[in-house]
Protein backbone atom coordinates (compact mmCIF):
# COMPACT_ATOMS: atom_id res chain seq x y z
CA UNK A 1 0.00 0.00 0.00
CA UNK A 2 1.33 3.05 -0.43
CA UNK A 3 0.59 6.58 1.72
CA UNK A 4 -1.85 7.79 -0.37
CA UNK A 5 -3.71 4.58 -0.19
CA UNK A 6 -6.25 4.15 2.70
CA UNK A 7 -7.44 1.03 4.26
CA UNK A 8 -11.48 0.28 4.76
CA UNK A 9 -11.71 -2.29 7.31
CA UNK A 10 -13.94 -5.28 6.63
CA UNK A 11 -17.54 -5.71 8.22
CA UNK A 12 -18.25 -9.17 9.52
CA UNK A 13 -21.19 -10.51 11.07
CA UNK A 14 -21.40 -13.46 13.14
CA UNK A 15 -24.77 -15.09 13.65
CA UNK A 16 -26.69 -17.44 15.67
CA UNK A 17 -30.11 -18.29 17.14
CA UNK A 18 -29.81 -16.29 20.41
CA UNK A 19 -26.80 -14.44 20.45
CA UNK A 20 -25.80 -15.14 23.82
CA UNK A 21 -22.88 -17.50 23.23
CA UNK A 22 -21.06 -18.56 20.20
CA UNK A 23 -21.21 -15.43 18.02
CA UNK A 24 -20.82 -13.08 20.92
CA UNK A 25 -17.22 -14.89 21.25
CA UNK A 26 -16.57 -14.80 17.36
CA UNK A 27 -17.15 -11.33 17.48
CA UNK A 28 -14.69 -10.77 20.76
CA UNK A 29 -11.88 -12.73 18.79
CA UNK A 30 -12.31 -11.29 15.34
CA UNK A 31 -12.51 -7.72 17.20
CA UNK A 32 -8.95 -8.57 19.32
CA UNK A 33 -7.19 -10.98 16.67
CA UNK A 34 -8.18 -8.94 13.44
CA UNK A 35 -5.37 -6.34 13.76
CA UNK A 36 -7.48 -3.82 12.69
CA UNK A 37 -8.24 -5.35 9.37
CA UNK A 38 -12.17 -6.46 10.66
CA UNK A 39 -15.02 -4.15 12.24
CA UNK A 40 -16.45 -7.44 13.68
CA UNK A 41 -20.10 -7.67 14.49
CA UNK A 42 -23.02 -10.05 15.80
CA UNK A 43 -26.49 -10.88 16.07
CA UNK A 44 -29.20 -13.16 16.93
CA UNK A 45 -32.25 -14.41 14.60
CA UNK A 46 -34.11 -14.94 18.36
CA UNK A 47 -31.71 -12.51 20.24
CA UNK A 48 -31.52 -13.53 23.96
CA UNK A 49 -31.90 -11.07 26.83
CA UNK A 50 -28.49 -11.64 27.89
CA UNK A 51 -24.89 -12.52 27.10
CA UNK A 52 -24.68 -16.52 28.26
CA UNK A 53 -22.57 -15.77 31.56
CA UNK A 54 -20.45 -18.81 30.93
CA UNK A 55 -19.52 -17.67 27.45
CA UNK A 56 -18.71 -13.85 29.03
CA UNK A 57 -16.55 -16.46 31.77
CA UNK A 58 -14.77 -18.00 29.02
CA UNK A 59 -13.60 -14.81 27.28
CA UNK A 60 -12.34 -13.33 30.72
CA UNK A 61 -10.70 -16.64 31.48
CA UNK A 62 -8.72 -16.25 27.75
CA UNK A 63 -8.09 -12.86 28.23
CA UNK A 64 -10.72 -10.89 26.31
CA UNK A 65 -12.36 -7.62 27.40
CA UNK A 66 -16.48 -8.17 27.01
CA UNK A 67 -17.28 -4.70 27.33
CA UNK A 68 -20.72 -3.83 25.44
CA UNK A 69 -21.00 -7.76 24.06
CA UNK A 70 -24.37 -7.92 24.04
CA UNK A 71 -27.08 -9.82 22.16
CA UNK A 72 -28.49 -7.99 19.17
CA UNK A 73 -30.83 -8.62 16.47
CA UNK A 74 -30.32 -9.18 13.13
CA UNK A 75 -32.75 -6.03 11.86
CA UNK A 76 -29.68 -4.13 13.42
CA UNK A 77 -27.85 -5.13 10.30
CA UNK A 78 -30.13 -5.50 7.47
CA UNK A 79 -31.68 -2.34 5.33
CA UNK A 80 -30.07 0.36 5.12
CA UNK A 81 -29.29 1.71 7.97
CA UNK A 82 -26.73 -1.47 8.32
CA UNK A 83 -23.25 -1.51 7.73
CA UNK A 84 -22.50 -2.39 4.34
CA UNK A 85 -21.04 -6.49 5.31
CA UNK A 86 -18.37 -8.02 3.54
CA UNK A 87 -18.85 -11.04 5.14
CA UNK A 88 -22.04 -12.96 7.12
CA UNK A 89 -21.17 -16.32 9.20
CA UNK A 90 -23.50 -18.59 10.56
CA UNK A 91 -22.29 -20.30 13.28
CA UNK A 92 -25.64 -22.45 14.43
CA UNK A 93 -27.81 -25.21 12.42
CA UNK A 94 -30.41 -23.25 13.68
CA UNK A 95 -29.92 -19.77 11.52
CA UNK A 96 -28.10 -21.73 8.94
CA UNK A 97 -31.69 -23.17 8.05
CA UNK A 98 -33.63 -19.28 8.44
CA UNK A 99 -34.67 -17.34 5.41
CA UNK A 100 -32.12 -14.57 6.29
CA UNK A 101 -32.67 -10.93 5.30
CA UNK A 102 -31.25 -8.83 2.15
CA UNK A 103 -27.49 -7.57 3.96
CA UNK A 104 -26.56 -3.91 2.67
CA UNK A 105 -23.38 -5.09 0.30
CA UNK A 106 -22.71 -8.18 -1.19
CA UNK A 107 -21.15 -10.82 1.55
CA UNK A 108 -19.82 -13.73 0.98
CA UNK A 109 -21.74 -16.15 3.24
CA UNK A 110 -20.47 -19.24 4.49
CA UNK A 111 -21.83 -21.65 7.53
CA UNK A 112 -19.58 -22.50 10.67
CA UNK A 113 -21.22 -25.39 12.36
CA UNK A 114 -19.92 -24.99 16.35
CA UNK A 115 -21.59 -27.27 18.26
CA UNK A 116 -24.34 -25.48 21.11
CA UNK A 117 -22.24 -24.83 24.42
CA UNK A 118 -25.63 -23.29 25.65
CA UNK A 119 -27.50 -26.22 25.74
CA UNK A 120 -25.54 -29.29 27.32
CA UNK A 121 -26.99 -31.10 30.27
CA UNK A 122 -24.56 -31.23 33.40
CA UNK A 123 -23.29 -29.52 35.89
CA UNK A 124 -21.27 -25.93 35.88
CA UNK A 125 -17.71 -28.03 34.78
CA UNK A 126 -19.90 -29.53 31.88
CA UNK A 127 -20.95 -26.18 30.55
CA UNK A 128 -17.41 -24.66 31.36
CA UNK A 129 -15.66 -27.08 29.21
CA UNK A 130 -18.41 -27.01 26.71
CA UNK A 131 -17.84 -23.32 25.98
CA UNK A 132 -14.18 -23.91 26.36
CA UNK A 133 -14.07 -26.32 23.52
CA UNK A 134 -16.07 -24.42 21.28
CA UNK A 135 -14.07 -21.27 21.83
CA UNK A 136 -10.94 -22.93 20.67
CA UNK A 137 -13.38 -24.35 17.84
CA UNK A 138 -14.26 -20.66 16.87
CA UNK A 139 -11.00 -19.50 17.77
CA UNK A 140 -9.31 -21.38 15.19
CA UNK A 141 -11.99 -20.73 12.50
CA UNK A 142 -11.57 -16.94 12.74
CA UNK A 143 -7.37 -16.84 12.82
CA UNK A 144 -7.62 -19.11 9.40
CA UNK A 145 -10.00 -16.65 8.52
CA UNK A 146 -8.12 -13.86 9.39
CA UNK A 147 -5.17 -15.25 7.72
CA UNK A 148 -6.74 -15.69 4.40
CA UNK A 149 -5.07 -12.96 2.00
CA UNK A 150 -9.38 -11.15 1.13
CA UNK A 151 -7.64 -8.81 -1.25
CA UNK A 152 -6.08 -11.63 -3.36
CA UNK A 153 -8.85 -13.71 -3.65
CA UNK A 154 -11.88 -13.37 -5.83
CA UNK A 155 -15.64 -14.45 -4.48
CA UNK A 156 -16.03 -17.94 -5.57
CA UNK A 157 -12.11 -18.32 -4.00
CA UNK A 158 -12.79 -16.83 -0.85
CA UNK A 159 -16.36 -18.82 -0.36
CA UNK A 160 -14.64 -21.89 -0.77
CA UNK A 161 -11.78 -21.25 1.75
CA UNK A 162 -14.60 -20.26 4.48
CA UNK A 163 -16.55 -23.12 3.75
CA UNK A 164 -13.66 -25.23 4.18
CA UNK A 165 -12.46 -23.30 7.00
CA UNK A 166 -16.33 -24.36 8.21
CA UNK A 167 -15.40 -27.71 8.02
CA UNK A 168 -12.22 -28.35 9.34
CA UNK A 169 -10.31 -29.16 6.41
CA UNK A 170 -8.45 -25.83 5.38
CA UNK A 171 -4.99 -25.66 4.87
CA UNK A 172 -3.03 -22.64 6.65
CA UNK A 173 -3.01 -19.91 4.72
CA UNK A 174 -0.32 -17.41 4.20
CA UNK A 175 0.22 -14.76 6.57
CA UNK A 176 -2.31 -11.87 5.19
CA UNK A 177 -0.54 -8.39 4.31
Known sequence: MTGTETFTPYNVLFICNTNAGRSLIAEAILKREGD???????????????PDPYALETLVAEGFH?????????????GPNGPELDFVFTLCDESAGETLPEWPGTPVTAHWSI????????????????FETAFHHIRSRVLAFAALPLRNLDRLSLHSHMQAIGAGTHLPAAPAR
Open 36 to 50: GRFNAYSAGVNPAEH
Open 115 to 130: EDAEHVDGSPIDHERA
Open 66 to 78: ITGLHPKPISDFS
